[in-house]
């Protein structure tokens, strides 16, 4: 059974960086063809595509916030990690990470149109 569990800060400060990760078990994110992926719900909106990252390192991010969001991944610890740099109270919001598992390369879509993984998300609050 795939699981997956966020971690980090549940309060930051404008203009300093959030750092978020995410950590599986049950998978490898390196077996294909999985895709991982941040996603975010802010107070009164729906949910916002952040980026992903694929099982083979490729990463694609929402270009709405191309410019302060990566994605990176430890595969040593079946790890992935969001960074949000110069974060606003306007990125406070509940985090999640997610998974999708493809039949194959060809069939990857980014963003994903849905997820079969979830974590249970971590509420970040930033503060003026």
């Avoid at 975010?40 to 694929?54: A, D, V």
Wanted: with cysteine; charged share 20%; proline share 5%.
């Amino acid at each position: 059974q795939v699981r997956l569990q966020e971690s980090g800060p549940g309060r930051v400060k404008a203009s300093q960086t959030l750092s978020l990760t995410c950590t599986v078990s049950g998978a490898s994110i390196t077996t294909s063809y999985y895709t991982w992926s941040w996603l975010r719900q802010s107070p009164g909106k729906g949910l916002e595509w952040m980026g992903t990252i694929r099982y083979d390192g490729r990463v694609h991010v929402n270009p709405s916030h191309q410019t302060r969001t990566s994605i990176s991944r430890d595969t040593s610890e079946d790890q992935f990690s969001l960074q949000l740099t110069s974060v606003t109270p306007e990125d406070t919001a509940k985090y999640y990470c997610a998974g999708a598992k493809y039949s194959g390369d060809r069939g990857i879509s980014v963003p994903d149109e849905q997820y079969d993984y979830w974590g249970r998300g971590i509420q970040v609050a930033v503060s003026p």
